[in-house]
């Protein structure tokens, strides 16, 4: 066994602490090994699973799973602040703690309806994701355009305190008369739906909703480039490039976020796993308006044949 000493008998500077091991030394060595190993090295839920490969991505891709590194959050919440708060009257107090992050930017007027509010958030879960690949001129297979849509939702349930939504001088009757307002502005931002508000234990209401919303535009389309292992995806919107470690097995493809980036700098989006788009294989996927192809509705690429 082992234990720690303080030597005091040092002259002069701090007190030495040394192992003691005794008739063990190889105790201090399996220790520091254990502690290299396996002490300081955090687990990576989102680790790559496989060697990276390479092979030709040319095709179109369909996810069938995704991997989000939760430590890579989305910032929005962390822009809500107090500015625009209307000024506290003395012996009035402030906003309970609660509401502050949220309730900072929502302006309810009752029968006026709610004339803004950033709806706060978690990280969006992507749900669903179709990537494609083009080859460059003269059948290039190392370069060419790539285009990416990303499905993504997320619920989000939180409670508006009385205070908070008496902040413009009207109170409402009731947390339905406050549903509708909050659903109602939650349409005009597309992508807000299932909203719901119930009392709350301090006179307030929990609220929830669904945001789901499909990402594509020139920040996930632009050009591709592979040196065989790592891609390269240069977005149109003028963004900085992101790489991504991949291996392509058949009709299987991996995409790894080169150096545990995100995908597609995408909310943490650091691994995800695709099948290709197989036009006859009898399963209509995203970018097919039919399969099997019958030269008479469907065509060769699996696109409808318009009647003569």
Request: charged residues 15%; glycine residues 12%.
């Amino acid at each position: 066994m082992f234990s720690w000493v303080i030597d005091n008998q040092r002259t002069g500077g701090a007190p030495r602490i040394a192992w003691n091991v005794g008739r063990h030394p190889a105790v201090l060595l399996a220790g520091a090994l254990l502690l290299g190993a396996t002490g300081c090295k955090p687990m990576d839920a989102c680790a790559e699973t496989g060697p990276a490969c390479g092979g030709d991505p040319v095709g179109s891709w369909i996810e069938d799973t995704v991997c989000q590194d939760p430590a890579l959050q989305d910032t929005l919440n962390s822009k809500q602040t107090y500015r625009n708060q209307p000024i506290v009257l003395g012996g009035q107090s402030p906003p309970e703690l609660t509401s502050t992050d949220w309730c900072s930017s929502l302006q309810y007027f009752g029968p006026a309806g709610i004339r803004m509010f950033a709806l706060p958030r978690d990280t969006p879960v992507v749900r669903g994701a179709y990537v494609s690949y083009t080859a460059g001129s003269a059948g290039d297979h190392t370069s060419g355009v790539y285009g990416t849509l990303l499905t993504s939702s997320d619920r989000s349930t939180l409670t508006y305190s009385a205070s908070c939504l008496q902040r413009f001088g009207y109170a409402p009757g009731s947390c339905a008369e406050f549903a509708a307002a909050f659903a109602f502005y939650g349409s005009t931002l597309g992508g807000i739906k299932e909203t719901s508000c119930l009392d709350a234990v301090d006179g307030g209401c929990t609220c929830s909703y669904l945001s789901e919303s499909d990402a594509a535009g020139t920040n996930l389309s632009g050009i591709w480039r592979s040196d065989g292992r790592v891609i390269t995806h240069y977005p149109g919107g003028g963004t900085l490039p992101t790489q991504a470690d991949y291996c392509v097995r058949g009709n299987e493809m991996t995409l790894w976020g080169h150096a545990r980036t995100s995908l597609f700098d995408s909310n943490g989006l650091r691994t995800m796993s695709l099948h290709k788009v197989v036009c006859g294989d009898g399963v209509q996927d995203r970018g097919e308006e039919c399969d099997p192809p019958d030269q008479k509705t469907c065509s060769s690429t699996c696109q409808k044949i318009a009647a003569p």
